[in-house]
């Protein structure tokens, strides 16, 4: 599992994974991230500002864009049984073909910028 850059521990960052789905395992995928997806998006998970799944035409290859205040946040997410259950079926399954991990820093207009 990948971790946060020590630089983004303690601020806001911006997760993008990208996926891509084994043949055939697209739909199952699917399956698994929507309560993932809703999860992320409730109170259940308050340090999480925004968690979007987005799918190919062919259902093979995602791209999940995810916010969160800090590193804690992330950590809440990883805990809720949604991700846990992705996770295992993932590995039990053989859904994955690949599952790539980038953290970013929002680069904001002049006046506000953070970096």
């Known amino acids: 599992m990948a971790s946060v850059p ?3 521990k303690n601020k806001p960052f911006t997760l993008v994974a990208s996926l ?3 043949e055939g395992k697209g739909d199952r995928l699917i399956e698994l991230l929507k309560p ?3 999860c992320a998006n409730s ?3 308050p340090g999480c500002k925004t968690y979007r799944l987005n799918a190919s ?3 093979k290859t995602f791209a999940v864009f995810e916010e969160y205040v800090n590193e804690d946040a992330l950590n809440n997410h990883r ?3 949604a ?3 992705l996770m295992a079926a993932a590995k039990q399954e053989n859904l994955l073909a690949n599952f790539e991990v980038k953290f970013f820093e929002e680069v904001k207009p002049s006046g506000g910028a953070n970096l």
């Open 57 to 59: 035409a062919d259902k």
């Open 36 to 38: 993932v997806v809703a």
């Open 20 to 22: 891509s789905a084994n």
């Open 6 to 8: 020590t630089e983004l």
């Open 83 to 85: 991700y846990k259950a």
């Open 43 to 45: 109170s259940k998970e």
């Open 79 to 81: 805990e809720q049984e």
